[in-house]
């Protein structure tokens, strides 16, 4: 993006930090002590807050950070140096920082999760276009969280979504999600075993993965080929691109031949033996999606993503009954309702829940039982940050109707694989499973301040030349 290195002026009321970005220059609100102290344990010394790099981390002032580490939760030594069982109060979700993060073409939001034992969680928030509007969602819903034991997933999840009693969508989901994640990863950490452990168990030891982001050039034949030749070249048995341009609901003739031709040229380049994911983002009517999907067949996609707008379930099973080839649906729904309406037509059977979009992991779990009940398997959506990929991972190793998981790794900026610990690019079209506790990854926090949010980093989709990404093409150049 030209210029974008350039500070640019803050919006009003929007004060800009140093890069890592926590937007609200004051401390949280207070948080009462929660009535069933039997649960949740005392919240005694009221609210402190602690100045972080451009914004407030709210604590509770309860408990030294740390006192217990090393130690089994509820037992202490002796003088015998056998343990004995203690009367202990439970961890409690102390404080939260969240951080902006300025991916060129996606604003990524970060959060991480402190408990008055010293542990962190790390979670992810990334809403392409309201990033900072999650934040700000993560911030307004702190009194629903901030108190409770992290394995609370579930109360957790009712506070931020039932009690609050208004449906915030997609954002409201991801704040949810943020949250319930971080607070996974702390219970892992806690117990020594890795989030799929708590999830049911592992079993596979390695997890397929497709390629997607690859296809940052021009809208060619010649140009998507030399792109997929280079992605097979590095391993990849699958790969996933949106051959459509900026067509919405119809598309004239020359644009559907060239989509088409884009299609075969990618065929032709990688071969019979690596499958091909289309992707559709919403975009077309019934009839222009059952004819393009008559005229891709020949080519044998894996899958037809989202042909049709994910909101006209009518339209999406009317769909996915004619295509001859397979389509794949479910990153936008927000709840297990949603799923319900869509696996009761028996039509669809490659869903793709987009954790974000439920509240976390706990309910993407759900939705992999209820699938696998209709014969489904599911693709969990990944188009994120690094938090987000090890979620992905830490779901495909524990879902027996897995299928394969989306990756953009190796295909963001490079920067993006320094800011984790132990970041993680497949191998081969697979990557092992680790063992690691809670969700294997933490973050560089300081590394983060490199690459400050900027308002601009946007993906607009079905604008001219949108594949380049963090470049696009001029406005009136199609």
């Known amino acids: 993006m030209a210029g974008r290195g350039k500070r640019r002026q803050a919006l009003p009321g929007l004060g800009r930090g140093a890069g890592v970005r926590s937007r609200a220059s004051r401390p949280l609100p207070g948080h009462p002590a929660d009535p069933d102290r039997r649960r949740f344990g005392r919240v005694r010394g009221g609210v402190r807050g602690c100045r972080r790099r451009g914004g407030w981390t709210r604590k509770l002032a309860h408990g030294r950070p740390g006192r217990h580490a090393g130690r089994e939760p509820g037992a202490q030594r002796g003088r015998s140096g056998r343990a004995r069982s203690v009367r202990r109060s439970p961890v409690k979700i102390t404080g939260v920082t969240t951080y902006l993060v300025g991916n060129p073409w996606k604003n990524w939001l970060f959060v991480r999760v402190d408990t008055d034992e010293g542990i962190h969680g790390v979670g992810e928030g990334t809403v392409n276009g309201f990033s900072a ?6 911030r307004e819903l702190a009194d629903a969280y901030l108190g409770l034991e992290p394995s609370q997933v579930e109360l957790l999840y009712q506070r931020m979504v039932r009690d609050v009693y208004t449906d915030g969508g997609q954002i409201h989901m991801a704040a949810v999600a943020a949250i319930e994640v971080a607070c996974w990863d ?3 950490k806690a117990a020594g075993k890795p989030v799929y452990d708590l999830l049911g168990g592992r079993v596979r030891s390695e997890i397929p993965v497709y390629a997607n982001g690859w296809y940052r050039t021009d809208r060619s034949p010649e140009s998507f080929a030399d792109r997929a030749r280079d992605v097979v070249g590095r391993g990849y ?3 996933k691109f949106d051959p459509f341009g900026a067509a919405w609901r119809v598309m004239d003739r020359r644009e559907e031949d060239l989509s088409v031709a884009i299609v ?3 065929r032709d380049a990688v071969g019979p033996d690596v499958d091909l994911m289309i992707e559709a983002h ?4 019934v009839s222009t999606a059952l004819r393009v999907a ?3 067949v020949e080519h044998r996609p894996a899958w037809l993503e989202e042909p049709v707008h994910h909101q006209h379930l009518g339209a999406m099973v009317e ?6 080839i397979p389509v794949a649906t479910g990153e936008s729904l927000t709840s297990l309702g949603q799923f319900a309406d869509l696996l009761a037509h028996d039509a669809v059977h490659i869903l793709q829940p987009e954790p974000l979009n439920l509240g976390g992991l706990w309910r993407t779990r759900q939705v992999a039982a209820m699938a696998d009940a209709h014969y489904a398997v599911v693709a969990p959506h990944n188009a994120q940050g690094p938090v987000c990929g090890a979620m992905s991972r830490q779901l495909g190793a524990c879902i027996p109707n897995f299928y394969v998981q989306e990756s ?4 963001n900026e490079d920067w993006t694989r320094e800011i984790a610990d132990r970041p993680v690019i497949p191998v081969d079209g697979v990557v092992q499973v680790s063992d690691d506790p809670g969700l294997g990854i933490d973050l560089d926090w300081e590394r983060l301040a490199a690459h400050p949010y900027e308002r601009e980093h946007v993906l607009h989709l079905f604008s001219p030349g949108w594949e380049r990404r963090h470049e696009p093409a001029p406005v009136g150049d199609g």
């Not at 769909?319 to 001859?324: C, E, F, H, K, L």
């Not at 953009?408 to 295909?411: C, M, N, S, W």
Request: avoid cysteine; charge should be positive; aromatic fraction near 10%.
């Open 282 to 285: 919403n975009r077309f009517s």
């Open 133 to 138: 509007t999650v934040e700000t969602a993560i």
């Open 319 to 324: 769909v996915a009954r004619r295509s001859p």
């Open 186 to 188: 702390i219970v892992g």
């Open 294 to 296: 008559d005229r891709l």
């Open 264 to 266: 075969a040229a990618v």
């Open 408 to 411: 953009f790794d190796e295909f």
């Open 237 to 239: 048995r699958a790969l």
